[in-house]
């Protein structure tokens, strides 16, 4: 399909037929983590399919829909479930959901996934708070034509992730007592998990976790000027690591067990933006 501004424009127009809600701040739900959508006071949702020619979410875990509501009385947007590179989209396809919240309102961008822990010290369980990403092999969601509507040709990434959201989310976890590593997170093209031989690249080039998403979110979403904070729910050693196979569902397993920590951690912050 075209890759315009104004089919943007008419999946805002379709979205504003169903609902006038207008997000202060949006998140996406990651594997193993779409029940914190529970947590939402939900006054209306989408599913993608119902958006024609809308990328819509083919991973177990991912249900393909915006719910809309409020938590802790902000407004909210929420991505239960994301689409992935891996699924064999256009990478442009990738972070439309993404820019289409934004173009709904939504001036924070909470992005948390399900990740492979590269750096020793950590463990499965672990939070680990973005602070930077890596790209590998993965192709920029803002190759071709620039939108000048959304941002600039060549914006700058020397500071993706919010310093004022980092320092929120370090003071919600340490007010309910939860452990919150900081790195650097590196999207891998996937499906396919990665080798030994590359998490010791990984390692070497400074990744501190490794998943399938994300940093093309992030780019898209500081191309178009929202702040943006990440978290990742490392749910395995990366490969090598540990002298076993990677599987889905020990990611989907880990990030059940610790949901309700997840839920605490990204309620107080979300409550921080109120107070703010």
């Not at 590593?181 to 390692?203: C, D, H, K, S, V």
């Not at 490392?234 to 540990?242: D, E, H, K, R």
């Not at 990677?246 to 059940?256: D, G, K, R, S, T």
Request: hydrophobic share 40%.
């Amino acid at each position: 399909m075209e890759r315009t501004y104004q089919r943007l424009q008419g999946y805002v127009q379709q979205i504003r037929e169903v609902t006038d809600f207008v997000p202060q701040a949006a998140i996406v739900l990651g594997s193993g983590l779409g029940r914190y959508a529970e947590q939402l006071q939900k006054v209306a949702e989408i599913s993608y399919s119902k958006l024609p020619g809308f990328p819509v979410s083919t991973v177990a875990g991912h249900d393909g829909k915006f719910l809309f509501g409020y938590i802790e009385e902000v407004a909210v947007v929420m991505m239960s479930g994301r689409v992935h590179y891996y699924e064999g989209y256009d990478m442009w396809d990738v972070v439309l959901p993404i820019r289409l919240m934004g173009m709904l309102g939504a001036k924070t961008l909470v992005l948390t996934n399900a990740a492979g822990a590269v750096n020793t010290d950590f463990k499965p369980g672990d939070f680990m708070l973005l602070t930077d990403h890596i790209s590998s092999f993965v192709p920029s969601p803002l190759r071709g034509a620039n939108m000048e509507e959304l941002g600039a040709r060549f914006p700058d990434m020397s500071r993706v992730y919010s310093e004022r959201l980092i320092g929120m989310l370090k003071g919600a976890a340490s007010e309910l007592g939860i452990t919150l590593r900081e790195g650097t997170y590196l999207q891998w093209q996937g499906p396919n998990y990665e080798t030994p031989a590359e998490i010791r690249m990984f390692r070497s080039l400074g990744a501190d976790a490794v998943g399938m998403s994300t940093v093309c979110e992030a780019i898209a979403a500081r191309h178009m000027g929202m702040e943006i904070c990440g978290i990742s729910c490392l749910t395995n050693m990366a490969a090598g690591i540990l002298d076993q196979p990677l599987n889905h569902e020990e990611v989907q397993e880990i990030a059940n067990a610790v949901s309700r920590n997840f839920e605490q951690l990204v309620s107080r912050f979300v409550k921080m933006l109120k107070e703010d």
